[in-house]
């Protein structure tokens, strides 16, 4: 069982920058691929970035690529999204995934994640 819980979102203006720590329980969270995903209201959760179990291999949807930057520190079973340059179109409820054993060909897959936490709201004023 993992647990993961989400802080540092806020209320940030166009252009400006937000780091979203996931902390994670557990013994096991270097076994552990990690996600974030984002829902903004209206739309369906999406996939926003990756990470492999040991910070080796990295994914990005490509809206986000040259802004957002995934990150992991096994040691204090944290892992990070940094968002610089933030538009209002990134303003969603944020949240930090972590799945056994996904393939990087669904890393992408909203099923292919067993934990989920509770969620940090991330608003982009224009």
């Known amino acids: 069982q993992v647990q993961l819980v989400e802080s540092g979102g806020g209320l940030v203006q166009a252009g400006g920058s937000l780091r979203l720590s996931c902390a994670a329980s557990?013994?096991?969270?270097?076994?552990?691929?990690m996600g974030w995903f984002r829902q903004a209201p209206g739309k369906e959760r999406e996939f926003v970035v990756g990470i492999s179990w040991n910070g080796g291999s990295t994914y990005y949807k490509d809206a986000v690529k040259g802004r957002f930057t995934i990150s992991r520190d096994n040691a204090k079973n944290t892992v990070y999204l940094q968002m610089n340059s933030l538009k209002p179109e990134d303003t969603a409820v944020y949240y930090c995934?972590?799945?056994?054993?996904?393939?990087?060909?669904?890393?992408?897959?909203?099923?292919?994640?067993?934990?989920w936490g509770q969620g940090t709201q991330v608003t982009v004023s224009s």
């Open positions: 557990g013994r096991t969270f270097n076994s552990y691929t």
């Open positions: 995934a972590a799945g056994l054993g996904v393939h990087p060909g669904i890393v992408t897959r909203y099923s292919a994640y067993d934990y």
